[in-house]
């Protein structure tokens, strides 16, 4: 992988754009500490990062940061419940309950709070995750194509929260296809293309995703 060289700012949500392939869930997972090999470096919450170094700053920087992967690994005979309880104890937080049943509520999944994970619809499984994340609030969460399976309704609130996360200091960084979904969720966008990031470029209601993001990823 090529040099990273990525800055992130509290309080801000970045999209990450790229058409399949382009490399966008490795450079997830390198951010996150799931992938070390790559050269080069990049600096984390004021520990520098690179391939050789040692465990303990990779134990920090992976608690720093939360990864709602796009194909989650979850432990099928756990309840909700017990699953965001679990994440929780991993991270070394304490987990208020109440509040995972608060936000269970507002994301209509309650009833499903104690059922096992195995038994839960696809849109579910991806609450579960987002909720977790969203409940550990560490400094940076990531999500990988977070909206697949959930309903309308649900990514309305996903907005809401995401958008409480980033007023409390925390920064967002998700990768998505949907291009609509980007401009209105965040500020800014790097657009991968063949394993680069090609193009970091603010973004508001008057950009042109579209065409930005097409004159990219076109090579004629
Ligand atoms: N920077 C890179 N250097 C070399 N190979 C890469 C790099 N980024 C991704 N790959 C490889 O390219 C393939 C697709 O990458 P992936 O991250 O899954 O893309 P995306 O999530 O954008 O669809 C994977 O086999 C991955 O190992
Ligand atoms: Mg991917």
């Known amino acids: 992988m090529d040099r990273i060289d990525l ?54 920087v992976k608690c720093e940061r939360y990864l709602a992967a796009d194909s989650p690994v979850l432990f099928g005979e756990l309840t ?21 049943v608060e936000l269970a509520r507002q994301f209509h999944c309650e009833a499903y709070l104690d059922r096992t994970i195995g038994e839960l619809s696809l849109g579910n499984k991806q ?6 994340g969203l409940l550990l609030n560490t400094p940076l969460f990531i999500l990988d ?15 809401d929260k995401i958008r409480e996360y980033c007023q409390r200091g925390g920064s967002v960084l998700f990768s998505s296809h949907l291009l609509e979904i980007v401009q209105r969720f965040c500020q800014s966008v790097f657009i991968l293309d063949r394993k680069k990031i090609a193009l970091h ?9 579209h065409r930005i993001f097409f004159e990219v990823v076109r090579h004629e």
């Open 7 to 60: 800055t992130l700012e509290g309080g801000r949500v970045y999209g990450l754009l790229g058409i399949n392939g382009a490399g966008k869930t490795t450079l997830l997972h390198t951010i996150c500490g799931l992938n070390r090999r790559f050269s080069g470096g990049f600096r984390m919450s004021e520990v520098a990062i690179n391939p050789e170094s040692d465990e303990g700053d990779w134990f920090r």
């Open 80 to 100: 909700m419940r017990q699953y965001a309880e679990f994440v929780h104890k991993l991270y070394r937080r304490s987990f208020e309950e109440g509040e995972l």
């Open 127 to 132: 609450k579960t995750v987002l909720m977790t």
């Open 145 to 159: 194509e977070p909206l697949v399976g959930l309903d309308v309704e649900s990514i309305e609130v996903f907005y």
């Open 201 to 209: 470029v603010p973004v508001d209601s008057n950009t042109d995703l």
